[in-house]
């Protein structure tokens, strides 16, 4: 179907994980996409292997806190292909040495919240700010963000990051509430665990088995889920659909929080239905 046909998109923290799949599944749909990242080698990577496959892509190496450098990623899109009808702001701080001091409160480290902030927060108002002018010139453009359930529901630590990805919800009511009548769609993914490699090496086996125990699903989630999602968003046929929050995550927002604990006693003191 190829129903990005003629767009243009950005797509950021692109060299791996979500962004990677989205990357290519949207250059799938027929966009042209700046496959952005501050990883330069890991963007030249994943562009390459778009373009080898037959897609249109250029690789933009970014730090999405540094307004030159974002006002730069913008120029690329327009300078390589005329224009920009779709960002999707994704990049984000996960790095262990700094995600590990994410802890509660009473023990973070300010240090640690500003450099949270910066990527997650601030790299997506500054790629906003310079996306909408070309979006606005072109009659309008879509602005995808990726938050998490955390930005939903809190979680153990990682105070600065779900707070990170709690604010992106507000932000994307924000740019929708303040650019939808000239033609501005801004909405929110927010996925549950999804297996990209930064997460599996780092997080413990039982951590995971935790987790999958809370989604609904038999399994958790996959990069190309979330960039499926994302795609239909950037599409014509989600028109009608801005200024929300999208939960992609197998259902892990939608119980009541003792469920995986009542479901393990329940499977152990009754017969199997
Ligand atoms: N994997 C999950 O379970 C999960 C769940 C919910 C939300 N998310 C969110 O999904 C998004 C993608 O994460 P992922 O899981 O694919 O991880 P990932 O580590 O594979 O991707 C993150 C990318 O962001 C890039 N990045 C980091 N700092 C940057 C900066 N300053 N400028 C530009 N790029 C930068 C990294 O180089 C990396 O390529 C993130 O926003 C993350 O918070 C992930």
Request: hydrophobic residues 45%.
């Amino acid at each position: 179907m190829r129903e990005l046909r003629g767009k243009v998109a950005i797509v950021t923290g692109a060299a791996s994980g979500i962004g990677a799949a989205t990357a290519r599944i949207l250059a799938r749909e027929g966009a042209a996409v700046v496959v952005a990242d501050i990883n330069g080698p890991g963007a030249d990577e994943v562009a390459g292997k778009i373009a080898a496959g037959g897609g249109r892509a250029v690789p933009a190496a970014v730090d999405v806190g540094e307004p030159d450098q974002v006002a730069a990623m913008v120029d690329t899109a327009v300078r390589e292909f005329g224009g920009l009808d779709v960002l999707h702001s994704n990049a984000s701080l996960l790095d262990p040495r700094v995600l590990g001091r994410d802890l509660e409160i009473a023990d973070l480290d300010p240090d640690v919240w500003d450099r949270v902030m910066r990527v997650n927060l601030r790299g997506y108002m500054l790629g906003a700010k310079y996306a909408i002018p070309p979006m606005l010139s072109r009659g309008g453009g879509v602005i995808v963000h990726t938050s998490s359930v955390t930005g939903l529901q809190s979680e153990y630590r990682r105070s600065a990051y779900s707070t990170s990805k709690a604010a992106i919800i507000g932000f994307t009511r924000a740019v929708a509430t303040q650019y939808g009548k000239e033609g501005i769609r801004c909405v929110a993914v927010a996925p549950g665990l999804v297996l990209t490699e930064g997460l599996t090496s780092n997080m413990p086996a039982p951590v995971r088995d935790m987790s999958l125990a809370h989604h609904l699903t038999p399994r958790l989630g996959e990069p190309d889920d979330i960039g499926e999602l994302v795609s239909f968003l950037a599409s014509d046929r989600a028109a009608f659909i801005t200024g929300c929050t999208v939960p992609i995550d197998g259902g892990l927002s939608a119980h009541v929080a003792a469920y995986a604990d009542e479901r393990r006693f329940m499977e152990s003191h009754t017969a199997p239905r």
